[in-house]
């Protein structure tokens, strides 16, 4: 059974750079096959919905929102089995709840599937 | 902005049905992008209830069921349980975002 998990430093300061952490056990992040599992970071501020972040397929394609694309960076360690979230220039409107989750899709194509796991969630706030 | 529009909000009786709705547009919906619906309780990671319109993965009660239109999908649940008090959120891909759009997400209560 393949779970996730976030992890991240806690509290950041406004215009700091916001970076997470999401494990990943009962898979290998690092499948060639054509296709595989895209690895994506979802959002939900308080009170408010869910917002797509980003999906990255290891050796492939990454996407991200278009909202975000200049602020996101997404990696993947192999060694570690784990993949990141980086969000720089964070303001108050970057609080929420931050969930990693996998989603099947094509090395080359963008994923169309629902995300299925996902991680519980990891609150970050921004704050001075 | 690509969104997809829900009720903020349904209610029933125990034992009632309840269907949420999700409408998209041209660029997820209408471009033929099926929907997939989540049950999400706060502090939990969200569950996935239904995917490619009306497929139930496997554990999930046949309760919860899925259907679409063109530009239109929709979440039942019939014999409304105390335990289906949650958020339920839809899910598309978007061809603006090449990426995936949420639901604005439904509170359903059990009366």
């Known amino acids: 059974q393949v779970k996730l998990q976030e992890s991240g430093p806690g509290p950041v300061k406004p215009s700091e750079t916001l970076s997470l952490t999401c494990s990943v056990s009962g898979d290998s992040i690092s499948s060639s096959s054509y296709y595989s599992y895209y690895w994506a970071w979802i959002r939900q501020p308080p009170g408010k919905g869910l917002e797509w972040i980003g999906s990255l397929f290891f050796g492939g394609s990454t996407y991200y929102n278009p909202s975000l694309k200049s602020r996101v960076t997404m990696s993947v360690d192999t060694s570690k089995n784990h993949f990141s979230l980086r969000l720089s220039s964070v303001t108050a409107a970057d609080t929420a709840v931050y969930f990693c989750?996998?989603?099947?899709?094509?090395?080359?194509?963008?994923?169309?599937?629902?995300?299925?796991?996902w991680g519980q969630g990891t609150l970050v706030t921004v704050s001075s | 902005q690509s969104v997809l529009t829900q009720p903020p909000s349904v209610s029933g009786a125990p034992g009632q049905t309840v269907t949420i709705s999700c409408t998209g547009s041209s660029s997820n919906f209408g471009a033929g992008f099926p929907v997939h619906w989540f049950q999400h309780l706060p502090g939990t990671a969200p569950k996935l209830l239904i995917y490619e319109n009306t497929k139930r993965p496997s554990g999930v009660a046949d309760r919860f069921s899925g259907s679409k239109s063109a530009t239109s999908a929709s979440l039942a649940i019939t014999g409304l349980q105390a335990e289906d008090e949650a958020d339920y959120y839809c899910q598309a891909y978007d061809t603006i975002l090449s990426g995936s759009v949420f639901g604005t997400g439904t509170k359903v209560t059990v009366l």
């Open positions: 989750a996998r989603q099947r899709g094509f090395r080359a194509y963008a994923p169309t599937s629902p995300f299925d796991p």
